[in-house]
């Protein structure tokens, strides 16, 4: 059996925030919070429904998953809206066993086919187009309030051809 199925995803309002704030400090470097990505939701919260944790046999957390309102700003003013999903973080020494793909594949199941928002992501394309679809083919004129790898900016959509060809990402506010 592998070690993800044994897991369990919990919704993320479960653990201890600190918890969370030291798995994402193992996962990622100590700069993380100079990243692009945070700018871009910058003053939202993530959203309980779609962001989550992962529990190993022992009910130990080994990852987590976080999922933001943003809005695409296009050029005529109009703000589209989009589920911004990361960061995606798995315990250093957990990494490689399934966890990472629980956490994703919870995500999704999570957004209602019937109206999906598209879903945006700073990611390796390797990764997350091979098992969900994510792709940087409609992302190259959208920005970001900071450096990025353009190749990196990727972006799942039910109907692609609704999305605008350019625009800003931030946070969805109103
Ligand atoms: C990226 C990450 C979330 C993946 O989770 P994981 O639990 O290690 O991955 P899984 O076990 O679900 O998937 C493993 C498969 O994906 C592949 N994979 C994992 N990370 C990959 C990456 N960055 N690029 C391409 N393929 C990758 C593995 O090679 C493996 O493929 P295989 O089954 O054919 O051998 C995790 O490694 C991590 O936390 N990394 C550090 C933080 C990070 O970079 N997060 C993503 C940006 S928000």
Redesign the pocket.
Known sequence: MTA?ETATVIPLDNVDPALVEALLDS??EPERHKRT?YKVREGTDWLPGLSFAVLDADEMLV?SIQCWPVALNDPAGRAHPMIMV?????M?E??????????VAAVIAGIDERAPLPQV????P??YG??WGFSNERTGGWDLPGPFEKHRLLVRCANPAVLPESGMLGPWLR
């Open positions: 993800s996962a990622f990505a990852g990361g960061p995606v973080a798995v250093p957990h990494q490689g066993s399934g966890y990472g793909q629980a956490l992501m700073v990611g390796d390797e990764y091979r098992f």
